[in-house]
């Protein structure tokens, strides 16, 4: 990834695919609502330091615990740590649909790792994936899954 595509003041220094963060800002504004350049740069930032923030806590959660391997109760408790555990009962919902979705996958067999995807597939993968983002956020359900054929038009 050329340093151009993403946010950050160093090379080195961690970030957000920019053009991706673009997108997921752009979807869950209306239509009509346009952001500045700088202001969508901003937002990426925060949502770089809101990372760093989550990551650094729940590493602290986990020494506490004298555990070697921050788990997913690590998170959970640094979001109360830190004042968001309004949060918690969402975050846990999508960490265990995100589960199911995994064991799904791994028991079908149909992908054991993203590497075996053809980049269509992955990109249909993807999609429904934002879309059961934007569909958590906005207060609905999940999207129904895709089929294959849906997810990938034109191949039987």
Not at 3 to 29: C, N, Y
Request: proline letters at 4%; one cysteine or more; glycine letters at 6%.
């Amino acid at each position: 990834m050329e340093p151009m595509d993403i946010v950050g003041k160093a090379k080195e220094d961690a970030s957000l695919p920019k053009a991706t963060m673009t997108k997921i800002i752009k979807e869950m504004l209306p239509p009509d609502v346009r952001v500045a350049r700088d202001t969508q740069d901003l937002i990426i930032e925060c949502c770089v330091e809101f990372i760093n923030l989550i990551s650094s806590e729940s590493n602290e959660v986990c020494n506490r615990e004298d555990k070697r391997t921050i788990a997913p109760e690590h998170v959970l408790k640094a979001l109360e740590v830190l004042g968001f555990g309004d949060y918690i009962e969402e975050v846990y919902a999508a960490y265990e649909q995100h589960r199911l979705e995994t064991v799904d996958t791994i028991r079908t067999g149909k992908w054991t790792n993203a590497a075996e995807m053809t980049e269509e597939e992955a990109l249909a993968e993807q999609q429904r994936m934002f879309a059961e983002a934007r569909a958590r956020m906005n207060g609905g359900g999940a999207v129904p899954k895709q089929s294959d054929s849906e997810a990938m038009p034109g191949q039987d």
